[in-house]
C-alpha cells in the first residue's frame, strides 16, 4: 500500500531505513495478529490448523483463517489447555477462592460461549466483558445490580493469544450440553466432597421407569420429588409435572446453570431451584431466616404430606480412604466426610459415616422421617462389614431396585456396581437379609437378577485369625490379606515375610494353619472379579469344609501354582516346592522338602508319570507345574535348584524396569507350557467354586 517504498533494497541489508520501516510496521502487526503456537503442549492442535490452513491447493484458500471448531467431545481438552495457557493470565488467588466454590471451570465457561469477548449466557455464575470476569451478581439494597470483578493480567494478551486458535462460540446446539456437563470440568478433590457425578440420561430414564413400577403411573402427580443433589440437574430431567419438583445443590454456579437450563427447556420452575447445603444447613424455611422454600418446607413438617415426598438423588460417593491410601500411594482424603451432619450422628452410626451418601441417607432418615428414597449409590451400605450400626438404625421397606456398571457413570473408574434402590421409609421395618436388583449392563440389557447380602455373620478374617499361634508351628511365608469383599481380593497375596510390605496386614502361614491359608487363598481368587460382583462379601465359613478332603486337597494345589504365590528363594528360605528331588531329577538336596513332603502326607504321590490321591483337576494342575519346572531345569544355563514358582515365571518372562513380571515369555515352548498350566487351573477353579457357596465363604442362592 505504500507506492513509495524502495523495493529494490536488498532485505538482508538490516541497516537501511526501509528495514526499519519494515520492521517496525511487522512488529505492530504481530503484537495484535500472530497465532503462537507451543509444539510440545500444542502438538495436536498445530497439526489440525496446518490441515485447514495450509494442507489445500493455494486456490482454495480461504481470506480468513480457519480456527479450530469447538464442541461437545473436545471441550474438556480445551479446557486443559486453557488452565496452562489462560488460566494463570486471571488476576485471582485461586487457592484462597477455592474454599468458597470458585472454580476456575466457571471461568472457562465464560470464555468458551462468547462472542467479541462478551458471554453469550448471562444466567452463567461468571460472565466475561471484555477485558474482566463478573461474578456473584446480586441485587443490593437499592435494587441495583452488583458484582464483583476479575481483572486479566498482561492486558489479556495470554487471553486473547489463546483463544485466536478457537472458533468461538461453538455451534448453539452444543451449549446446552457443555453447561450441564459443568462436572467434567470440577478436579477430583471437589468432585468427591461435593457429589459433582451427571447421571447418564440413560439410567435417570430408567430410574423414573422404577419408580413409576412402584408408586403407580400417575407417581409423578401424586408424589412431591426432591433432588438435594442435584447438581446441574440432569436426574430430573425429561419429568413431566414441573408444580411437584424441587432441585437444590450446594454450589451457587449449579443454581445458576439449572436456571439456565430452564430458559432452554429444563422443565422446572426457577423458584423450585435453590441454593442449600443439604448436610450442613439448617432445616428452616426462608420465612424464618432459612433456605429452603416456604412451600417445601410445609411439606417437610407435616408427617402426612412428608409420605408423599420421594429424594430422588445421586448423593456423592466419597470417602476418606480409596485404594490409593490403602497402598501408600496417595494420602487420606481430609475433609471429605466432615459434615454437621456426620457430628450430630457419629454415636449412633459410628464409621459409616465416612461414606459421605450414608450422611444423607442419615439426614432422611432421622430429620425427615416417613418419606420414600430413590437414590444411586453404592451397595456398601448393604453389604459393607463397617455398615452394621447403620443397618440396625436404619427403618423401612425395600421396594426394588437395578445395578448399573459403575464405568457407565461419569467421573467413575473401576468395576463394581452403581445402583438404584428404592427405599419407603413410612413402612418401619428392620433392615432386610438381602436386597435384590435387576441387572443392566452397559449395553443397557437385562442381564438378571443379583442379591446383595446384609449378614452380620463373623467375616473370613475372623476366621483366618482363629488359625494363628497353634503349639510348635514352623513358619513358611505371610499371607497378605487386606479387606473381606471381592473388590480386594488383588491384595490377597503370599510372600516371604511381612516385612517386605509397608503395611502388613495379614497373618504368617505356618505347618499348622496351611490347609486354612489354601481354602482362604483359593476361596477370594477361584471366581473372577467383575463389576456384579466386585461389593460380595467373605465369611466364617461353615464347618463342612472339615471333612472334605479332596476340597483341601484342591484348595492347597491351586494356591501352589497361582501368580499371587510370590515367595522367592532369594528372599528366605523356599518351603514351596511341591516335587521331590527324584521326580524333578534334581542333582543334590533341596533346602527344603516341606511341601513335597506334606503333600505325600496327604496322600497325593506321582506314580507311573501321573499324580494319584488328588481329584483330576488338581492332578492336571500338578502335571501342568511339573512339565513347567523340569522345562526350567532342562533349559536354564544355571538353574536355581530350590527355584520357587514365582522365581521360574520370572526367569521365563522377565521384568520391565519398572519391575513388572512380563505376560509372556521369548520362550514359545514355555508360553505353551504356561498356557496349558493356567487352562488346568481354570478347570480346577471351576470346580472349586461352587464350594466356596456350599460352605459359605460367599453367600449365594
Known amino acids: 500500500y505504500q507506492n513509495d517504498f524502495n523495493w529494490k533494497v536488498a532485505p538482508s541489508d538490516t541497516g537501511t531505513k526501509e528495514f526499519a520501516q519494515i520492521k517496525k510496521l511487522v512488529e505492530e502487526t504481530l503484537k495484535t495478529e500472530k497465532l503462537l503456537f507451543y509444539f510440545a503442549a500444542e502438538k495436536d492442535l498445530l497439526k489440525e490448523f496446518i490441515k485447514n490452513n495450509f494442507a489445500k491447493p493455494l486456490e482454495l484458500f480461504p481470506d480468513a483463517i480457519i480456527q479450530a471448531q469447538i464442541d461437545k467431545t473436545n471441550f474438556t481438552h480445551v479446557y ?24 476456575d471451570a466457571d471461568f472457562y465457561l465464560a470464555d468458551l460461549i462468547s462472542a467479541d469477548d462478551i458471554t453469550l449466557k448471562d444466567q452463567l455464575f461468571v460472565t466475561l466483558k471484555k477485558d474482566k470476569y463478573e461474578l456473584d451478581r446480586r441485587i443490593d439494597e437499592f435494587n441495583l445490580i452488583s458484582s464483583r470483578t476479575v481483572e486479566l493480567k498482561d492486558k489479556g494478551k495470554a487471553h486473547k493469544a489463546f483463544w485466536k486458535k478457537y472458533a468461538r462460540p461453538p455451534l448453539k446446539e452444543f451449549w446446552d450440553y457443555i453447561v450441564a456437563r459443568r462436572d467434567l470440568l470440577i478436579p477430583e478433590d471437589i468432585r468427591e466432597r461435593k457429589g459433582a457425578f451427571f447421571t447418564p440420561p440413560q ?34 430431567e425429561n419429568l413431566k409435572n414441573k408444580d411437584n419438583i424441587w432441585a437444590s445443590t450446594l454450589d451457587k454456579q449449579d443454581v445458576q446453570v439449572m436456571r439456565d437450563r430452564i430458559q432452554n427447556g429444563l422443565n422446572l420452575w426457577e423458584n423450585q431451584v435453590f441454593q442449600f447445603d443439604f448436610l450442613n444447613d439448617d432445616l428452616k424455611p426462608l420465612r424464618e431466616g432459612g433456605k ?26 466419597g470417602e476418606v480412604a480409596t485404594a490409593a491410601t490403602r497402598t501408600g500411594r496417595k494420602t ?17 452410626l459410628g464409621i459409616a459415616l465416612k461414606q459421605k451418601f450414608i450422611q444423607f441417607f442419615a439426614r432422611i432418615l432421622f430429620d425427615i422421617p416417613d ?8 451397595p456398601i451400605y448393604i453389604c459393607g462389614s463397617n455398615m452394621k450400626k447403620f443397618r440396625e ?42 436386597v435384590p436388583v435387576d441387572v443392566f449392563n452397559a449395553k443397557e440389557e437385562y442381564k438378571g437378577l443379583k442379591k446383595f447380602y446384609a449378614s452380620e455373620h ?10 494363628r499361634n497353634r503349639p510348635d508351628e514352623k513358619v513358611l511365608g505371610f499371607l497378605n490379606c487386606n479387606g473381606v469383599d471381592v473388590q480386594h481380593d488383588k491384595y490377597v497375596y503370599a510372600i516371604n515375610d511381612k516385612k517386605q510390605l509397608p503395611n502388613p496386614r495379614g497373618t504368617w502361614i505356618t505347618d499348622k494353619n496351611l490347609l486354612e491359608v489354601g481354602l482362604y487363598f483359593s476361596a477370594r481368587h477361584c471366581i473372577e472379579h467383575t463389576w456384579i460382583n466386585d461389593a460380595d462379601q467373605y465369611f466364617y465359613p461353615k464347618s463342612g469344609w472339615e471333612g ?152 449365594g442362592d
Not at 489447555?81 to 474454599?99: C, E, G, H, N, Y
Not at 418446607?297 to 445421586?314: A, H, T, V, Y
Not at 431396585?401 to 461419569?410: E, I, L, Q, S, V
Not at 522377565?654 to 481354570?682: H, P
Open 80 to 103: 486443559k489447555q486453557w488452565t496452562q495457557f489462560v488460566k494463570p493470565s486471571i488476576l485471582i488467588a485461586w487457592d484462597r477462592v477455592k474454599p468458597y466454590g470458585i472454580i
Open 203 to 236: 439410567w435417570a430414564a430408567k430410574a423414573h421407569e422404577y419408580l413409576e413400577k412402584c408408586f403407580g403411573e400417575n407417581w409423578q402427580d401424586e408424589y412431591i420429588i426432591w433432588d438435594n443433589s442435584a447438581g446441574t440437574g440432569n436426574l430430573l
Open 292 to 317: 429452603i422454600p416456604n412451600p417445601l418446607f410445609d411439606i417437610l413438617s407435616n408427617q402426612e404430606k412428608r409420605k408423599k415426598l420421594i429424594f430422588l438423588i445421586n448423593p456423592p460417593y
Open 332 to 348: 487420606n482424603k481430609d475433609g471429605v466426610q466432615e459434615s454437621n451432619t456426620k457430628d450430630r450422628f457419629k454415636e449412633t
Open 371 to 378: 418419606c420414600k428414597i430413590g437414590a444411586f449409590v453404592k
Open 393 to 434: 438404625a436404619w427403618k423401612g421397606a425395600y421396594l426394588g431396585g437395578f445395578a448399573t456398571p459403575a464405568r457407565t457413570h461419569d467421573n467413575c473408574t473401576g468395576e463394581y456396581p452403581i445402583c438404584f434402590f428404592i427405599w419407603d421409609l413410612a413402612q418401619k421395618k428392620n433392615f432386610p437379609k438381602s
Open 458 to 467: 463373623k467375616t473370613i478374617n475372623d476366621w483366618l485369625i482363629s488359625t
Open 548 to 699: 472334605d478332603g479332596d476340597f483341601q486337597n484342591d484348595c492347597l494345589v491351586y494356591m501352589l501354582f497361582h501368580s499371587y504365590l510370590k515367595i522367592k528363594f532369594g528372599e528366605g528360605v523356599n518351603h514351596w516346592i511341591p516335587f521331590s528331588e527324584g521326580v524333578l531329577g534334581a542333582s543334590c538336596r533341596f533346602e527344603s522338602r516341606f511341601m513335597g513332603d506334606f503333600l505325600g502326607s496327604r496322600g497325593i504321590h506321582f506314580r507311573e508319570g501321573v499324580f494319584t490321591g488328588v481329584s483330576p483337576g488338581a492332578g492336571a494342575v500338578l502335571g501342568a507345574g511339573l512339565a513347567v519346572w523340569r522345562y526350567y531345569f532342562e533349559t536354564a544355563p544355571e538353574p536355581c535348584l530350590n527355584a520357587s514358582f514365582y522365581d521360574i515365571r520370572e526367569y521365563f518372562q522377565r521384568k520391565s524396569r519398572s519391575g513388572k513380571m512380563g505376560v509372556s515369555s521369548e520362550d514359545e515352548r514355555y508360553n505353551a507350557l504356561i498356557k496349558t498350566l493356567r487352562d488346568a487351573q481354570a478347570v480346577l477353579a471351576a470346580g472349586i467354586a461352587p464350594k466356596v457357596y456350599e460352605y459359605g465363604f460367599l453367600l
